[in-house]
Structure formats: structure tokens, C-alpha cells
């Protein structure tokens, strides 16, 4: 089955570090980059940062540069996410997202999604 | 730096009726990095439509999408009880990456 799962979720007081992962399966990981979308509680979908397939190009969404770190794992088909400094804007659910712009497929957009890990910030 | 603006953020309609959200781009985009996803509560979000107006595998056809440059819009031909969530649109473009901040569909 097609599938990402996400974990690592969890309570951490302000200014502590923590770390996600994400397991990917059914599907050859390293042919896609991959991203990772946040949604606080009743808020809308934000993006954080996305890693292409050799992790030679990374970027980061302004809120979380130079604390948060995306890196990957190809033999082990997992997506990471270490977090440090983290704030209690950072509360919220984290998905592991796959992206199409793979070859010469034309379209590009987030097509694969996992159910999401919850991290809580606060003291 | 692209912003999506969705317009309104709650649309309230009743079963049946047509509903028509509204996405617009900052600049001109590709259609081809342009898509539309449903959210319910406590899922993650499921495409919709992508390129814009091409809809996603399992995705019935009341849903269509249309749009270039800077508009875009999602419509919903006729309102079935399962379509009344949240809808985002999103561009995924070279580099950058953005939602819109959302349309919360609502029963009347």
C-alpha cells in the first residue's frame, strides 16, 4: 500500500527540541521530493520546508528558518524533521506530504499525504 | 513572494444548490502548479483538482475547476451532504510553495 506515516509527535516545553519522522512505503522514495505542512488547531495549512530527492536542494519556510532542519533518509525510505527551539506558534499538526515534480510529469502538487503527528509546545 | 487569497472564508448553501470558491494569485501563475484540496475534520487534506481544471483519480465529477493567470475557482455543480468542509487551494511552483487560507463550506 501507498502510504506515509508520520511520528514523533508529542508535548515539549518551549525552547526544547524535537524530532518527526516520517516512514514512506509502496512507492519508490527516492524518485520524489518531499515536504512538510503544518496546520495549527482551527488554523489553515501552512507550508515548512521541502528536500528534493538527493537532498541537494532544501528550503524553509520563513517561520521556521535556522531552527527547524528537513534531511532524509533514502535507504530507509523516511522523511525527517528536527525541531529545536521551538516556540508555542510551533503547536500543531505536522504532515508529511509527497510531490509530484518527478521527470517530465508536468504538473506539480502534493499528491500523497499522511495522517499527520501532533506536536504541543508549551510549559 | 506569491500569496492565494480564497474568497469568502465561509460560504453557507443548502443541499443541491451550486457553490463557486474563489482562489486569486498576487501574480500570474502556471496553471500547472495550481490545485485544489477538500479538508475534513481531523483528515488530512485530499486532492481535488490539479493543472487547475483536471480532476484527481475518485474525485466525482460535480467538482471542476477552471481558472489561469490569477483567478481561479472551484465549483461544486450540485451540494451533496459529504462535499460541506474546508477547501484550499495551493500553488507548488519552482521554489516556492503556498496555501490559501481557506473556504469553510457550511450547510445552511
Known amino acids: 500500500e501507498v502510504q506515509l506515516v508520520e511520528s514523533g509527535g508529542g508535548l515539549v516545553q518551549p525552547g526544547r527540541s524535537l524530532r518527526l519522522s516520517c516512514a514512506a512505503s509502496?512507492?519508490?522514495?527516492?524518485?520524489?521530493?518531499m515536504h512538510w505542512v503544518r496546520q495549527a488547531p482551527g488554523k489553515g495549512l501552512e507550508w515548512v520546508s521541502t528536500?528534493?530527492?538527493?537532498?541537494?536542494?532544501?528550503h524553509y519556510a520563513d517561520s521556521v528558518w535556522g531552527r527547524f532542519t528537513i534531511s532524509r533518509d533514502n535507504a530507509k525510505n523516511s522523511l525527517y524533521l528536527q525541531m529545536n527551539s521551538l516556540k508555542p506558534e510551533d503547536t500543531a499538526f505536522y504532515y508529511c506530504t509527497r510531490d509530484t515534480a518527478y521527470g517530465d510529469y508536468p504538473y506539480w502538487y502534493f499528491d500523497l499525504w499522511g495522517r499527520g503527528t501532533l506536536v504541543t509546545v508549551s510549559s | 513572494e506569491i500569496v492565494l487569497t480564497q474568497s469568502p472564508g465561509t460560504l453557507s448553501l443548502s443541499l443541491g444548490e451550486r457553490a463557486a470558491l474563489s482562489c486569486r494569485a498576487s501574480r500570474s501563475i502556471s496553471i500547472n502548479y495550481f490545485a485544489w484540496y477538500q479538508q475534513k475534520p481531523g483528515q488530512a487534506p485530499r486532492l481535488l483538482i490539479y493543472g487547475a481544471s483536471n480532476r484527481a483519480t475518485g474525485i466525482p465529477d460535480r467538482f471542476s475547476g477552471s481558472g489561469s493567470g490569477t483567478d481561479f475557482t472551484l465549483t461544486i455543480s450540485r451540494l451533496e451532504p459529504e462535499d460541506f468542509a474546508v477547501y484550499y487551494c495551493?500553488?507548488?511552483?519552482?521554489?516556492?510553495?503556498?496555501f490559501g487560507q481557506g473556504t469553510k463550506l457550511e450547510i445552511k
Open positions: 495551493l500553488y507548488c511552483g519552482p521554489s516556492q510553495y503556498t
Open positions: 528536500i528534493n530527492w538527493n537532498s541537494d536542494t532544501i
Open positions: 509502496g512507492f519508490t522514495f527516492d524518485d520524489y521530493a
